[in-house]
């Protein structure tokens, strides 16, 4: 039920109306899980589980996994499985609307910041989306001081519930891309004069990389020295809008070769390379303190007016903290985040959703150094 206003479209640069939804659903679920040990030194795990919506269907998924305890310091483990994701309410029973597209540049005249009519709606013919994924990783644990564990991923997803960008539908229509020969409606005169973004099951996506997670606890002096990294490295995000249709491989960019957005550049996201978190920390008589320092790699972003390539720099802030439970019940720290005021880059972004410009919100805070002081007491 939104408000008047939103119903109406009478909020400015919002695009259009948005209709109320009503909507009801039935899901009935169940769900086995089975520890099998094989050997002393390997377990396995087998879990099911029955989905059935009264609205889209059923769904049977599975996972399957050994651990392998080969030493005392080390474990191997590896899983496979399948995943499911039932449509919204929302995706599927939206009423149609008429509004305004976002901004775009139109490939076929070199137009810029265009606005035309945009024709949304949910999709009642939308099936879930669909997934299988598999991992294999390693723990090692030489001491009860030191522990690191590397990990391997690979996701695909079938049937992705999309709703792409104007930018990325007129791009793709110019590209002759056949699954977007009826998303864009020409006037007379060959002038864009509305496109559909009505969602649809046209989606697929591959994703693959490594998460890292090292941790280090050394007594020193009198207290304790912590030390710990953990990152996530992308070789792969690559995603197609429609099934067989031209893949966007997004890892470390916002646009593709020409400039033109990838596929989800519409929300604002980039799949970074490698981003990661590393601490320094000491413990002592009821006092602690960390330092923090926190990595994000840089990207490539939306082309600048004058065409020329634009790339966002790495970013790197530190955080510090400093906290007290030298009293019973009691937790106090204090500290700053972002201590030495880094500033991020501009940003110029492939697509006008929310007319963002200048920092990249999703990845970049902008409040600068920030102090803060946090209190915490149990009761019990």
Do not use: C
């Not at 509305?194 to 591959?206: F, K, P």
């Not at 997670?213 to 809008?241: E, H, I, M, W």
């Amino acid at each position: 039920k939104p408000s008047p206003a939103l119903e109406t479209g009478d909020i400015a640069g919002l695009g259009g109306s948005v209709p109320p939804v009503s909507a009801e659903r039935s899901v009935t679920s169940i769900f086995g899980e089975l520890v099998v040990p094989i050997v002393k030194s390997l377990e396995g795990n087998l879990g099911l589980r029955y989905d059935n919506y009264d609205d889209v269907g059923s769904s049977t998924t599975y996972k399957a996994s050994l651990r392998w305890v080969p030493t005392s310091w080390a474990v191997v483990r590896g899983s496979v499985g399948t995943g499911f994701r039932a449509p919204t309410l929302t995706d599927l029973f939206a009423p149609e609307s008429l509004g305004t597209s976002e901004q775009f540049t139109n490939p076929l005249t070199g137009e810029t910041n265009l606005q035309v009519n945009s024709r949304t709606a949910g999709n009642p013919n939308l099936k879930p989306e669909e997934s299988t994924q598999q991992s294999i990783g390693i723990i090692f644990q030489p001491t009860d001081r030191i522990s690191a564990s590397i990990d391997w991923f690979r996701i695909k997803i079938d049937n992705a519930i999309n709703a792409p960008s104007a930018q990325f539908i007129v791009s793709r229509f110019a590209a002759g891309d056949p699954a977007f020969a009826d998303k864009v409606k020409l006037d007379a005169n060959g002038e864009i004069e509305e496109i559909t973004q009505i969602l649809d099951n046209t989606g697929e996506a591959e994703v693959e990389g490594f998460d890292l997670d090292v941790r280090v606890a050394q007594p020193l002096g009198g207290g304790r020295l912590n030390v710990g990294l953990n990152g996530t490295y992308y070789s792969k995000y690559d995603q197609a809008a429609s099934k067989g249709g031209e893949v966007s491989r997004k890892v470390g960019t916002l646009v593709d070769a020409t400039g033109a957005p990838v596929v989800g550049a519409e929300n604002g996201g980039v799949v970074l390379r490698w981003k990661h978190i590393f601490s320094i920390g000491y413990t002592w008589s009821g006092w602690s303190i960390v330092g923090t320092q926190n990595y994000a790699h840089g990207y490539e972003a939306g082309w600048r007016v004058d065409e020329e390539r634009n790339f966002m720099p790495s970013l790197t802030t530190y955080d510090v903290a400093v906290g007290y439970t030298g009293i019973r019940n009691l937790r106090l720290t204090a500290g700053f985040r972002n201590i030495l005021d880094e500033t991020p880059g501009n940003v110029f972004t492939p697509v006008s959703n929310q007319f963002q410009a200048g920092y990249d919100a999703n990845n970049y805070d902008p409040r600068g150094r920030t102090f803060f002081l946090t209190a915490g007491y149990k009761f019990f």
